[in-house]
Structure formats: C-alpha cells, structure tokens
C-alpha cells in the first residue's frame, strides 16, 4: 500500500514508480544552484514555484532563474519548482482529483474533476462538472471525458486506495511522454 506523508514523499513516489508527470523537484530555498540547474535542464515558457511544506501554499509562475530567484523570500524551507502545464491548457481534457478504493469485494471511485480549459486542481471543487461516489460499473463514470484514458493508467500503475491529482490531455507529454499526467499523490495529508 502507498503511504505518503507530504509533497516531498509524493514527488519522491511519483518518480519510483516512474509516473508520468511534468519536470518537477523540490529544493531547499538556499538550493539556487540546484533551482538554476533545474531550469536549464528543462527549457520551457514557464515554470510553477509551490510551497513543499503546506497544502494549498503560496505559488508563483516564473518565466526564468532570476524570477524564481526573486520570489524564493515568500517560502520556508523547501520549495517545488516544476515546468508550467499553461502552455498545454487548450489540451485538457479532464482535470480532478481521483481514488479508486479497493478491496476484495468491489472497486468504487471517488472523482471530482472539471474539463474546461480554466481547471485547475485549486479549483475543482468550486465548480466540479463531475463530482460522483460510485462504482466501477457505473455508466455515468464512463462517460466522463477521458475516464478510460485515466483508469487504463491507474490500473497500469496499480494506483489503487490513493489521491491522484491527474490531468488528462489530448496530445502525450510529460516526462514519459503519455495523455495522463500525474500532479501529486495523497493519503494521509
């Protein structure tokens, strides 16, 4: 069973599992050769600075070393730098949070998720379009935009019993290159 305790224990999973994810790490904020080095190992339009430490945390979207650098002062000890998904938003399909709870029994699934190009995993519970507590059988959850991308890749990865921010797009990016995109695991925080 996966256990996760943090944003760093999610980051450290998402690669042991090998996840498809966008090129992210965390840091310390005194780290600035390695925030320098992460920029210029992965070239993009921008990149997303997040607390490490809190949920639902300050953030910025930097465009290079020195803005990241500059915005560093409103972090505590660790920060999360990863290549911006904004350049990609008129490719969502489907964006939420999702958990497949299974036993011996049955599989249900908890999913709350939105597919307008403004999701976002802040805001999905706002305005979910989809917000179901079902079964695995049940038709409604087929019909979601993306749903057999997302759980062909969550049965893949044998991501069972874990919060999975997913994102589901039309074209194959991220680090190995597929539709779905992992932004975090979660369990117990």
């Given at each position: 069973?996966?256990e996760?305790?943090?944003?760093k224990d999610?980051?450290v999973?998402?690669?042991e599992?090998?996840?498809?994810?966008?090129?992210?790490?965390?840091?310390q904020?005194?780290?600035e050769d390695?925030i320098?080095n992460?920029i210029?190992?992965f070239?993009?339009?921008?990149?997303?600075?997040?607390?490490a430490?809190?949920a639902?945390?300050?953030?910025?979207f930097?465009?290079?070393?020195?803005?990241?650098?500059?915005k560093?002062?409103f972090?505590?000890?660790d920060?999360?730098?990863?290549?911006?998904?904004?350049?990609?938003?008129e490719d969502?399909?489907?964006?939420g949070?999702i958990?497949?709870h299974?036993?011996?029994y049955?599989?249900?699934?908890?999913?709350?998720?939105r597919d307008?190009?403004?999701a976002?995993?802040?805001?999905?519970?706002e305005?979910?379009?989809?917000?179901?507590?079902?079964s695995i059988e049940?038709?409604?959850l087929?019909?979601?935009?993306?749903?057999s991308?997302?759980?062909r890749?969550?049965?893949?990865?044998e991501?069972?019993?874990?919060?999975?921010?997913?994102?589901?797009?039309?074209?194959?990016?991220?680090?190995?290159?597929?539709?779905?995109?992992i932004s975090?695991?979660?369990?117990g925080?």
């Amino acid at each position: 069973m996966i256990e996760i305790k943090d944003k760093k224990d999610s980051i450290v999973k998402m690669k042991e599992l090998r996840l498809n994810y966008f090129p992210l790490d965390v840091f310390q904020i005194s780290d600035e050769d390695g925030i320098e080095n992460f920029i210029n190992s992965f070239p993009a339009e921008e990149y997303v600075l997040r607390s490490a430490n809190k949920a639902k945390g300050d953030f910025f979207f930097v465009k290079n070393f020195d803005e990241a650098k500059e915005k560093l002062k409103f972090f505590e000890e660790d920060v999360t730098i990863s290549v911006s998904y904004n350049p990609y938003k008129e490719d969502i399909v489907l964006v939420g949070d999702i958990i497949i709870h299974k036993d011996f029994y049955s599989q249900t699934v908890d999913i709350t998720a939105r597919d307008d190009i403004e999701a976002t995993h802040r805001n999905i519970y706002e305005n979910p379009k989809y917000n179901l507590h079902t079964s695995i059988e049940d038709d409604k959850l087929w019909k979601i935009p993306g749903i057999s991308k997302l759980m062909r890749y969550i049965t893949d990865n044998e991501l069972y019993n874990v919060i999975i921010e997913f994102s589901v797009y039309d074209c194959k990016i991220g680090v190995n290159k597929d539709n779905v995109v992992i932004s975090e695991l979660r369990t117990g925080y």
